[in-house]
């Protein structure tokens, strides 16, 4: 028998925090957090820490800029790409990809994310 399950993550920020943001992310960077990055335990706190709010890192582009997942930092280290910033980052260094000395993000959930971003970023936390 073939299973009809499904568990593709959905492209929005309540599917995100709870399957992704939450369990993978929040250790680090709930309360208190690291990396100049905090509140991602809490669905609405983490949606304010992260969409329109300048990367500590490369203060030039935003955690997430609604719209342009290319203009996203978060985008960047879930793809580990950051490095082709490095000059640009502060004091030259952009930081490790994310999850930090973690297998990278499965590609559909990064693409769920990307595609989160370029549908507006919207918040529909419960």
């Known amino acids: 028998m073939t299973s009809t399950t499904s568990t593709t993550l959905l492209p929005s920020w309540a599917a995100i925090?709870?399957?992704v943001i939450l369990p993978r992310c929040s250790s680090c960077h709930g309360p208190g957090g690291s990396g100049g990055l905090s509140g991602l335990h809490?669905?609405?706190?983490g949606y304010a820490s992260l969409v329109n709010v300048p990367s500590t890192e490369l203060t030039t582009m935003d955690r997430v800029e609604p719209g342009d997942p290319t203009l996203s930092w978060l985008i960047h280290k879930l793809d580990g790409t950051q490095g082709s910033f490095t000059a640009q980052c502060m004091n030259n260094d952009c930081g490790g990809t994310m999850p930090l000395s973690q297998p990278q993000l499965p590609t559909a959930t990064r693409d769920?994310?990307?595609?989160?971003?370029t549908n507006g970023a919207t918040n529909d936390c419960p």
């Open 17 to 19: 925090h709870s399957n």
């Open 42 to 45: 809490d669905c609405n706190a």
């Open 112 to 117: 769920a994310i990307r595609t989160w971003i």
